[in-house]
């Protein structure tokens, strides 16, 4: 069962906390507070769809340094920055860094209500392909090494009777194997394999 998304506000200025706060919770989503990076940084990484606003300028660790630690420490929380002293070049490296949003005071509360929804929606998004990749390496682990060596070589284009020669064994031992790999896998077709055989190599890397 996914649990309740939660906000957390970033803002070492306790009057802009509150106003935050109340106007998050009027939209009926749960919000926690905190002075600033490191208090957060203190936190438990929530194991729920979340989502932080924080200021930039902030007493201790900025905004931005924030954003640099939070990467480092694999903690792929989506970040809507509000600020009353913005420049150009902070919004572009906040963006640049992967922020859902930059506004500069004033802001509209819509706007800000509309970027906490995308960062919330993008972080739900995520959590829930890493159950599906979680649940799809499971059951290819759940294979057996020959398995696992056979179903390689059909989604590489191989044939039964080739996989069969390569293995040193008979075609219908390999297609044993095949059919028994499919079946742990859930894959209803060859097309359904070789997606999830690809989705567990991951995207591929362009050649530099």
């Keep these: 069962m996914t649990r309740a998304p939660v906000v957390f506000v970033v803002d070492d200025d306790p009057s802009v906390r509150s106003s935050l706060k109340f106007l998050i919770n009027s939209v009926g989503l749960q919000v926690e507070s905190f002075e600033s990076a490191e208090t957060f940084l203190q936190r438990k990484p929530p194991d729920a769809p979340s989502c932080l606003v924080a200021d930039v300028r902030l007493r201790g660790l900025s905004g931005l340094d924030f954003q640099r630690e939070l990467a480092a420490r694999n903690i792929p929380i989506p970040i809507v920055f509000v600020t009353g002293h913005g420049d150009i070049p902070m919004s572009v490296r906040a963006m640049k860094a992967g922020a859902i949003e930059f506004l500069t005071k004033p802001y509209r509360d819509q706007d800000l209500l509309d970027a906490v929804r995308i960062a919330l929606e993008r972080d739900r ?70 997606r999830m055989i690809e989705k567990l190599k991951g995207p591929a890397k362009k050649a530099s």
């Design 125 to 194: 998004t995520r959590r829930e392909q890493e159950k599906d990749l979680t649940d799809l390496r499971q059951r290819f682990d759940s294979l057996t090494p020959r398995e696992q060596e056979v179903i390689s070589m059909v989604v590489s284009g191989m044939l039964n009777k080739q996989i069969a020669g390569e293995l040193r064994t008979a075609e219908n031992t390999v297609k044993v194997h095949r059919s028994r790999a499919m079946a742990k896998m859930s894959a209803q077709s060859f097309a359904d394999l070789v």
